[in-house]
Each structure stands twice: as structure tokens, then as C-alpha cells.
């Protein structure tokens, strides 16, 4: 068994992961009161409340093996401001560095949005580097980014695309972790070999017997809902075989011509508007029949953003009910129910169409790798069950993750002591013989 602490630790996804691995959680943090309720009841733990406390008192942190983190990704997200470790939330990386260098263990893991590693944060991602570098941690250059539908059911994968970073570092001390830095990422992105995602399902590999008739009412879709997406359906049936567009409809820019105010409008949105006109003008007698038509909620009345479709169902049936869908500010996202997109902190949660229904919070934790049979919310609302999934790690990419890089890097962990041959041992692997030279360095 091998003892780790859990920093920004959500609901427990780390603590799932290597649980199962055959690690010890000695100490949690997370500063969200539900989140940290969720963690206590799953796991027995209180977890800490700020992990700026503990970097100031090293003294309290309990010796460990392995230290995990998913801090805060608002900074770095592309749904956010981007402003990085600018942000007052980018710099608690920096209280991780301080427990690292008074500490030592063996191995760091840290998950992040892979904007992270993108080209608008590369003073951010070469920031963390060289933190984590000057602490004696090797590191590679190159991001791992993984997603749980690349990996089969018998790996661990889950049906849902979440491209996360994963920054893993072994401590060599300083000298080589600035020089040794030319690393392939742990796992490449790419499906499991025998795996093809293609054959994930919504309904047989996410979904739970439908909640009792009393709980039921509370995951189905409104009448507005029903009736905004019967109201699409009429134009994809009135439209026939007509190539569908690659970029989102827009209905309130159907029109022959340019609205007020194009040419000052940004370069974006300009493009998307022509493609709108033209796709209008090459299907206007579809349409205009399909505008004049007499119904409950004119669609005028429907909100900006269910004015949008947003077909990504390629070649499937031209039926939203066949399939998954997510309402988004962008519009009414639509894609077969194979996998489902990243799930998000906010009110965005995936619709089964066929069931015509939301997935339940325990179903949402299907898709991050929890096993509903023994997780619970501990009785919180939906909507904060919604947003801690949103802010999950998936069980399963840490765990595949994980074990690859100690796998890789079993030299150097078992270079660092017991507390590095204790990871080892708990993953089955064989504990090399260090030489004087390895274990000096």
C-alpha cells in the first residue's frame, strides 16, 4: 500500500483511482463545502479547506508517496477569461510547489483543461514546468492528453469525450529535471489498440433503470424543451435529403439579405452569417413554409440560443429523438448517442433523446468513471450533483495514467526509497535493482 494526498480533490476522483490501485488517501483538500461533503461521505475523509493553509504549515502534511492535484482550471478554460496564473485561482499552483519542495514524494500528478497546454497558456504551461523542475521533479515538454472513450469498458474507459492534460513528474532532484526534459507524453492520444469508439453506446454502457415514477418528472424534458425540438424535427423532414451544413444554423439569419450592422460585425460571425444566407437561399421554399406554419410557441418566442441547431449527427436518422442532445448557448447541440461530449460545470447536461430525458446525476457519474453502485451525492441537489461531475476527473484515464507512467518510470520511483517501492509493490510491478549511482543522482 502506498500513501497519497489528494489536493483540489473534488468529489473523489483521484481518490477512486488510486484506491483502486492500492493507495491510501492520508490527507484531502477542497475548498467547495459540497464538494468536500461528497468526498467526506464516499471516502470517510474530511478533507482540508485550503490548501494555502497547508502550504504555510508543511508540518501538518502527513508523508506521502504521491501527491495529486486538479487545480483550478477557470483560469486556463476556454470558457472562462483565460487570464492563466494572472488569475488569482492560477496562482494556487504555486502553494502545490511549496508542499512538493518541503515534502518530496515520489510522484506528482495534476490534471488540467488541455487549454492548459495550448498556445494562448504557454507562458502559463511553461510556467508550471519549470516550477515543477526547479522542485526536482522531471517532466516532460510535451503535454499528455487523454480521453476516457479512447480506452475500452475493459480499461476503464467511460462514453464520454474529455480531453484533459496530465502533467506527471517523478523526483530526480533539480539537476536532472532541468536537463532531462526531451519526453514523450506518458500515453499517446490514440484509441486503444482492438478499441473502436464507434461502438460505445449511451444506452446500454450510461443508463440506469429509469428513476421510480415519483423521481422521474424531475429529468424529463419540459413542454418548451419537447417543443422546441419537434419544432427542428418538422424542418430536417421538410428539407429531405438536403446536405445538412457543417457549421451551426442560424434561423434568425435566414434571410436574403445582410442584416444591420454586418460589417462591423467580427470576422466570425460575419462568416457564419453568409453561410447562413447561403444556405437559406438554397432551401427558401423549405423553409418559408416551415416559418409560416401555425404552432403553440412561435418561433419568435423561442430563446436566441434554440433558434441555433447544431447538427453533428453526421449521417444518422434526421430525428433529435434518435439520438443525444445538449442545450448550449451556441444552440441545440445534436450528435449520435455513442459517446457523449464533456460533461461541464454547468447547466448543459446531456439529453437521451430516446428517453427523452436528462441523465440523472448517477448516470453523469457513470461517464466520469464512479461506479454508482456504491457513490453517492449525499442526498445534494441535481444541480450541485451536475456541477461536481462537470469538475470531475475521470476514475478511469488517472488510473490508465497513472500506471503507465510508474510502469515507465519505475527506475527513478524505486530510486527514491521505501516510499517510492511502496507504489511499486501496491502496482504488481517488480522493484528494480537500484544502483548506487540511480539512487545518488
Known sequence: MFDFVDYFAGVGGFHAALDGLGGRAVQACEIDPKAAAIYEH??????????????????????????TGGFPCQPFSKSGRQLGVAEDRGTLFEDILKILAAKQPPVVMLENVRNLAGPRQSAAWSRILRGLREAGYRVGSRPTVFSPHLLSPDSGGAPQVRDRVYILGVWVGRDRAMTEVDLDPVVPHEVEQGWRVGDWNIESDVLLPDPSAADIHRYKLGGDEIAWIDTWNELLQMLGDAKLSGFPLWEFAWHERRPNGFRTMPAWKQRLVEQNRDFYLAHRGAIDAWRSRDREIPLSRFPASRRKLEWQAGSGERNLWKHLMQFRPSGIRVKQATYAPALVAMSQTPIFGPRRRRLTPLEAARLQGFDPATFSFADQSDSASYKQMGNAVNVGVVRHVF??????????????????????ESLGIDVPLVSTSVAAS
Open 403 to 424: 500506471k503507465a507512467f510508474v510502469e515507465k518510470n519505475a527506475d527513478d520511483i524505486a530510486a527514491c526509497g521505501p516510499a517510492g517501492t511502496s507504489i511499486l
Open 42 to 67: 464516499n471516502w470517510n475523509l474530511k478533507p482540508e479547506k485550503d490548501v494555502r493553509e497547508l502550504a504555510q504549515h508543511p508540518d501538518t502534511i502527513p508523508d506521502h508517496s504521491v501527491l
